[in-house]
C-alpha cells in the first residue's frame, strides 16, 4: 500500500538557520502531496500542498517540489523562527482526495 | 466560518468501557474522516463517512464504530476499550471528489484508557 517515510527527528536548529526535512512516498499512481504542521497542544494545520509533478508549494516562507523521478517531497525554509518549532508532517493522498497516509512526523525545535 | 470542532476535548476511560467522540464537520462540507494518532505517531486511518455511510475504512478492528447524521456532523464509537486505544483521535472534513482536496482537522479528543 501507499506510504510516506521522513527523515527521523528530533531536529534542532538555531534561529535563522536553513531547514530540510526530507520526505520521500510510495503510491500507486499520481497522488497529491501535503506538509501539515502541528503545533503542541493543536491539531493539524495544512502548510502547503502540491497535486502534479513539479509543482511547487510554498506558505509562509517554507517550500517544497514535488518531485515524481525521485518520489520526494522535501520541506525547506531558509531561515527558521523559534516560532516555527511544531511537528510536520508529510501526507499524500489518491487521486480521489480522500484516502491520506501521513509519515510519522519530524519534530522540530529553533533555538533562540 | 466554524472550523471542525471536536468534543470533548479531553477524557478518561476505564479499559473495557465504551466512548463516543463527536465532530462537527466545517461548513459546506460533506464527508468527515476519522485519525488515530498515537503518541510520537503520524495519523492513522481508521474510516470515513459521506452521505451516513462508511464510505471507506482503514486497518482497524470493529470495535471501532461511527456514524453520520444528516447535517454532516459524526461520531465515532469504541467499545471494550484497551489500554491500546489511548490518542488523540482527530477528525477531519472535506469535500468528496475533488483531486488535491484539502481536508480540515479539528484539534482532536485526547482519550486515556486506565
Known amino acids: 500500500g501507499d506510504s510516506v517515510t521522513q527523515m527521523e527527528g528530533p531536529v534542532t536548529l538555531s534561529e535563522e538557520a536553513f531547514l530540510t526535512i526530507n520526505c520521500t512516498y510510495t503510491a500507486t499512481g499520481y497522488p497529491s502531496l501535503f506538509w501539515y504542521v502541528q503545533y503542541p497542544g493543536e491539531g493539524l494545520q495544512l502548510l502547503l500542498k502540491a497535486t502534479k509533478a513539479d509543482d511547487k508549494g510554498s506558505n509562509k516562507g517554507f517550500e517544497a517540489t514535488y518531485r515524481k523521478e525521485t518520489t520526494s517531497f522535501h520541506l525547506e525554509k531558509g531561515s527558521v523562527q523559534v516560532s516555527d518549532s511544531a511537528v510536520y508532517f508529510c501526507a499524500l493522498s489518491d487521486l480521489d482526495g480522500q484516502n491520506f497516509v501521513f509519515g510519522p512526523g519530524t519534530r522540530l525545535s529553533v533555538l533562540p | 466560518d466554524a472550523g471542525v470542532t471536536q468534543s470533548p476535548t479531553h477524557l478518561i476511560k476505564t479499559r473495557g468501557q465504551q466512548v463516543t467522540l463527536r465532530c462537527s464537520p466545517k461548513?459546506?462540507?460533506?464527508?468527515v474522516s476519522w485519525y488515530q494518532q498515537a503518541l510520537g505517531q503520524g495519523p492513522q486511518f481508521i474510516f470515513q463517512?459521506?452521505?451516513?455511510?462508511?464510505?471507506q475504512r482503514g486497518n482497524f478492528p470493529d470495535r471501532f464504530s461511527g456514524h453520520q447524521f444528516p447535517n454532516y456532523s459524526s461520531e465515532l464509537n469504541v467499545n471494550a476499550l484497551l489500554l491500546g486505544d489511548s490518542a488523540l483521535y482527530l477528525c477531519?472534513?472535506?469535500?468528496?471528489?475533488?483531486?488535491?482536496?484539502?481536508?480540515?482537522f479539528g484539534e482532536g479528543s485526547w482519550l486515556t484508557v486506565v
Open positions: 477531519a472534513s472535506s469535500l468528496l471528489g475533488i483531486s488535491g482536496n484539502t481536508i480540515y
Open positions: 463517512y459521506y452521505e451516513e455511510e462508511e464510505r
Open positions: 461548513s459546506g462540507h460533506d464527508t
